[in-house]
């Protein structure tokens, strides 16, 4: 039996990128393979939960709450596709809608689950602010994979980032689809006149390349929701 460990089963509202305030169900799974410099999400082990056990908890929120969408997030919940894909199995009709927020990375892992996705959050790792190795390759893949999918972009913008990663964040963006919306998180943590200025210089330079550049920070830490 398949397993994967899942550190919260929760239900609130989507606080980043253009689907703020619907809300959903999250199942995070624990375990990343990246590890940013700027991570808000507390390392936890995690419960191992089956693919039935795991659709039960999230059909009993599903009925409690009214809930748009299942939102896999973490962590990466793309490092257990075999997982994922028996998982998302279990949906039989098209709702809850089942959003994916990942890393951006793992691209031969999305294509195990692509036609299961509606939706697809995906982050482009600015080294700049990661500080951590680039991951430009990985990234074209990736979004190549989402061609035809719902999808949009995410750079987390810090005091460290610079223009140059966001102008190549932007241009790999336009090589592949230029009208895939680009969304600029400014580090919450590190919010202040400064920051604010970077982030709209970013959003001048990304302008250059991409269609649709939004600068929206993260709404739930605003709100106080998990």
């Given at each position: 039996m398949i397993t994967a460990p899942v550190s919260e089963i929760f239900y609130s509202i989507q606080g980043e990128g253009p689907w703020v305030g619907v809300p959903q169900v999250f199942v995070r799974f624990s375990g990343c393979d990246v590890g940013c410099a700027f991570c808000d999400t507390t390392p936890r082990p995690g419960r191992q939960y089956s693919a039935i056990a795991l659709w039960q908890r999230v059909q009993a929120l599903c009925r409690r709450y009214p809930v748009h969408s299942l939102s896999l997030t973490g962590g990466e919940p793309l490092?257990?596709?075999?997982?994922?894909a028996e998982f998302l199995s279990l949906r039989t009709g098209k709702k809850p809608y089942v959003y994916l927020e990942t890393n951006g990375i793992l691209y031969h892992a999305l294509r195990k689950i692509?036609?299961?996705v509606d939706i697809v959050a995906m982050d482009i790792k600015l080294?700049?602010?990661?500080?951590?190795?680039?991951?430009w390759r990985e990234h074209a893949c990736f979004l190549r994979e989402c061609r035809g999918k719902?999808?949009?972009v995410k750079a987390v913008i810090t005091r460290s980032t610079t223009q140059q990663d966001v102008e190549r964040a932007a241009r790999l963006i336009r090589k592949i689809d230029r009208q895939t919306m680009l969304v600029l998180q400014p580090h919450a943590g590190q919010w202040g006149p400064r920051l604010r200025d970077k982030i709209q210089q970013c959003a001048v330079t990304a302008g250059r390349y991409v269609t649709d550049v939004r600068i929206i920070p993260q709404m739930h830490k605003l709100l106080g929701v998990p």
């Open positions: 490092q257990y596709p075999e997982f994922l692509r036609s299961r080294p700049s602010a990661t500080k951590t190795r680039d991951y719902t999808v949009f």
